[in-house]
Nanobody, 125 residues
């Protein structure tokens, strides 16, 4: 059974940095699209950044230039480095994934169907 477990997060002041990680297990191969989403109470979950099986990336406009997504294929671990954090970045951050059939398949935001439990990121002003 595929599982995703987030770690990291925490509290920081405006302008600070945080790093969150996601350890994946149970996947048949590392041909996996992975992503970070976030959600605040009363709002829909929104995509933050995704990374494909060949490490192509895509970012939401509101984090471009501040956040960096990366992964360690050997350990199938996903990372999100968050810099220049703002109070509006406060949310529960979720790791997500889905397997793809071929290397280089494009990732689609709506296809993620395996989710972690979430980790809280709080940015104070």
């Amino acid at each position: 059974e595929e599982q995703l477990v987030e770690s990291g997060g925490g509290s920081v002041q405006t302008g600070g940095s945080l790093n969150v990680s996601c350890s994946a297990s149970g996947f048949f191969s590392d041909r996996v699209c992975m992503a970070w989403f976030r959600q605040t109470p009363g709002k829909e979950r929104e995509g933050v950044a995704l990374i494909g099986s060949t490490s192509d990336t895509e970012y939401a406009n509101y984090v471009k230039g501040r956040f960096t997504i990366s992964k360690d294929n050997a350990r199938l671990t996903l990372f999100l480095q968050m810099n220049q954090l703002k109070p509006e970045d406060t949310a529960t951050y979720y790791c997500a994934a889905y397997a793809v059939a071929y290397w280089g398949n494009s990732c689609r935001w709506g296809n993620f169907d395996i989710w972690g439990q979430g980790t809280q990121v709080t940015v104070s002003s």
